[in-house]
């Protein structure tokens, strides 16, 4: 019924590719991913995207220590070379995907501002987009990794921009207190709750399943704007 | 006000530590910490609690990839010799630590079997004691580690009483819809979204900070089961 919904044993925890392995006798390079598309005349931004997928979708397979370009590349049938031309390395790939899905968050909020929906309507809307970014994308994966991954600017750049994020969806949920469409809930714990549980779906989805991301944002956005209801 | 809801500058954001590090010249052992116990005549037992809640401390600081045993010991207080007595390697303490703090929350669900509370109460009892493993255990940071680390066998054995916990989430919220005690949710869904905001606690978590571990575990508890009431 729900094969998007898979037993949890990909996303660090690679048992699947583990057994298959030993069954099948040594590790093969894996194929490229057919869901992938690295065409031709595409432009720059829309090669990144795929190399961000293609990092995604590595990342569900293997833990972060033993990724390497060469599997990214691999995984989106292109060559280690051609990867070099669009990420310096590893880690600028890394934080530069980090960017790219806290931007999509980060513009969702920005839209928000100055509507004059209720409360309770935009952070729908900011919620769907967020769930939307973890799932469409791919590249929620790489919100599971260590920070300590990135160089100590890169670091602190993101997690501002995070900060940014998350601030704004607490201010969502103050907002609705304080028109009585939220329960006096306290914001920051409340806030805590609603991203954490976001923030896990890279844990257990798994994209091009049956359950379509639309459906899983609805369902969650449902759920967890509920818990705020009085 | 909300001293235990640190700024999310630690566990995988290390920015602090390596703030404070410019600032003071090189790095140095970090000194024992004063809420940990190494008390002469404590049982094997309770030394393996402590070191456990040693490596949760230290995994607030630094990535998992960049700990040692040396950290461990030093937060305690104790000789590195003294740590290897109790756990063979970083990866067997890292074991170790996963199967004590998922049999804290196994032993919460199997309390509930046989019970003839409502579903709700059961699901809030569990919820409960899930969150206080990771508050007041201090071990829940290594929940948030990736499971790669550990090797394929000790991964199985892990990730098999993990999917034991959440399959019995998910039957009290499956019981509790026939019994008209929640909504119609989709109980898989629903767990996620609900073992979700609670295993991402030590994102933000501060042990020791204002908002006691009771304190938090009631509010999400109270924030989560609102959202499956009808």
């Known amino acids: ?129 967020h769930i939307r970014a973890i799932t469409d994308e791919v590249y929620g994966a790489v919100m599971l990794t260590d920070l300590e991954s990135l160089a100590p600017p890169q670091r602190k750049r993101y997690v501002a921009m995070r900060d940014r994020f998350e601030k704004g969806v607490r201010a969502l949920i103050r907002e609705g207190v304080r028109r009585g469409e939220f329960k006096p809930v306290d914001a920051r714990l409340a806030g805590f709750a609603i991203l954490g549980a976001i923030n896990w779906i890279p844990k257990w989805y798994h994209p091009g399943g049956e359950l379509s991301s639309e459906a899983i944002a609805e369902s969650f956005v449902d759920f967890l704007v509920a818990a705020l209801e009085p």
């Open 1 to 129: 019924m729900l094969d998007s919904v898979r037993r949890p044993t990909l996303l660090f925890d690679p048992l699947f590719k583990l057994n298959s392995r030993s069954k099948n006798g040594p590790a093969r390079a894996t194929p490229p991913d057919t869901t992938l598309t690295w065409r031709r005349g595409a432009s720059p931004a829309a090669r990144r995207k795929e190399i961000f997928r293609s990092l995604g979708l590595v990342l569900r397979e293997r833990g972060l220590a033993s990724l390497t370009m060469q599997d990214i590349a691999d995984r989106l049938g292109m060559t280690k070379g051609s990867l070099y031309y669009y990420f310096k390395d590893k880690q600028d790939l890394l934080y530069q995907c980090h960017l790219a899905c806290m931007s999509v968050s980060l513009d969702a909020l920005a839209r928000t501002k100055g509507s004059r929906r209720p409360p309770a309507a935009r952070l729908r809307a900011v919620l769907t987009q």
